[in-house]
């Protein structure tokens, strides 16, 4: 009921193209949805977030899609470049109620 | 508005000693949580403070323990130091539970 699954584990994306990153929850009461940005040696720093009574939130290059009866959301960073280059992960939580719960992490690596 | 700070940033330790990280919140942050992480389980909750009382606790053993101060600084205490510990140690703080949380930078604990 706690999981969060993330995929893929990596992925390689040219310079100026589009990460997708995907994951997928089980416990249907999670009311938050953060995606967390972490460069080696630093602690992951909060990137985007989404509540589900939003289909999509952008703020810049990236994008967070959330589909409710899927039970899933997904982020897109769009025109991508080799800063963006890091491990991404999505997590839950259920305000007030539950710690967050994280994915596996994506290491995403832009080649130009 | 300064972030999350932990010290130490580093800290190589033996297997059966005891080691005790420390972690200041961002100022007016009252939330502090606490997470192990490692290349296979990835990002794992150990507990969470508030207002001086634990809210919520992972599902470590007995040997990991933590308290918060007044001044919201929180500890976190490992004895008996096994070499499974060994694990970048996150502390993250938010105003209340279950809101956004800013993570600090982290300790790298090194069991030998």
């Known amino acids: 009921q706690q999981q969060v699954k993330q995929s893929p584990q990596s992925l390689i994306v040219q310079k100026g193209g589009i990460s997708i990153i995907n994951c997928a929850y089980e416990?249907?009461?999670?009311?938050?949805f953060p995606w967390y940005q972490q460069f080696p040696g630093k602690g992951p720093a909060l990137l985007i977030a989404?509540?589900?009574?939003?289909s999509e939130k952008k703020e810049g290059r990236f994008t967070i899609s959330f589909n409710k009866s899927a039970k899933q959301f997904s982020l897109h960073i769009m025109d991508s470049q080799p800063g963006d280059s890091a491990t991404y992960f999505c997590a839950a939580i259920v305000s007030g109620n539950t710690p967050l719960v994280f994915g596996k992490g994506t290491r995403l690596s832009v080649i130009a | 508005k300064a972030g999350v700070t932990q010290t130490p940033r580093y800290l190589i330790k033996t297997r059966g000693q005891q080691v005790t990280l420390s972690c200041s919140p961002i100022?007016?942050?009252?939330?502090v949580s606490w997470y192990q992480q490692t290349p296979g389980q990835g990002l794992q909750f150990l507990f969470e403070?508030?207002?001086?009382?634990?809210?919520n606790k992972g599902n470590f053993p007995g040997r990991f323990s933590g308290r918060q101060f007044s001044n919201s600084r929180s500890e976190m205490n490992v004895s008996t130091l096994e070499l499974g510990d060994s694990a970048l140690y996150l502390c993250?703080?938010?105003?209340?539970?279950?809101?956004?949380?800013?993570f600090g930078p982290g300790t790298r604990l090194t069991v030998t």
């Open positions: 100022s007016g942050h009252r939330s």
């Open positions: 416990n249907t009461a999670f009311d938050y």
């Open positions: 993250a703080s938010s105003h209340r539970w279950g809101d956004e949380q800013y």
């Open positions: 989404i509540r589900p009574d939003v």
């Open positions: 403070y508030f207002s001086e009382t634990q809210r």
